[in-house]
């Protein structure tokens, strides 16, 4: 039986070669042959990276690992920026953001202002 079937099937892969080379242009053709040496040159790159994940995680079955210890959240600086002439006009009302709570603060509740331009370094 395959004595029959592996020529039959060469065969008539050749012959549809054949009829669509004959009918297609030269790009599209470029085209095809682009596409198709493109996906060979995958499949051996798809085995080989199928057979390092495979050996990894054969290689993992036995063993744990710890998890690292938690790290504490620090929050970052809070900038404001003002601009002075909608302190002055009034036009802009200005609303308050309340402060979180000091058991959630990481220095205890108390708000460190720098003031850019002022002779001492933290108020």
Not at 76 to 92: A, E, H, K, T
């Amino acid at each position: 039986m395959k004595k029959i079937v592996v020529p039959t099937m060469l065969g008539f892969g050749v012959a549809i070669a054949l009829i669509i080379g004959q009918r297609m242009s030269t790009d599209a053709m470029a085209v095809v042959i682009g596409v198709v040496v493109g996906v060979a040159s995958s499949v051996p790159t798809s085995i080989l990276l199928m057979a390092l994940l495979r050996r990894e995680r054969a290689g993992m079955s036995g063993w744990r690992q710890e998890a690292p210890p938690p790290v504490p959240q620090i929050q970052p600086p809070n900038f404001i920026v003002l601009n002075p002439s909608d302190l002055v006009s009034g036009r802009n009302p200005q609303f308050q953001v309340p402060l979180p709570p000091p058991e959630l603060s990481v220095d205890g509740g108390m708000r460190r202002l720098r003031v850019v331009g002022d002779e001492e370094e933290w108020s």
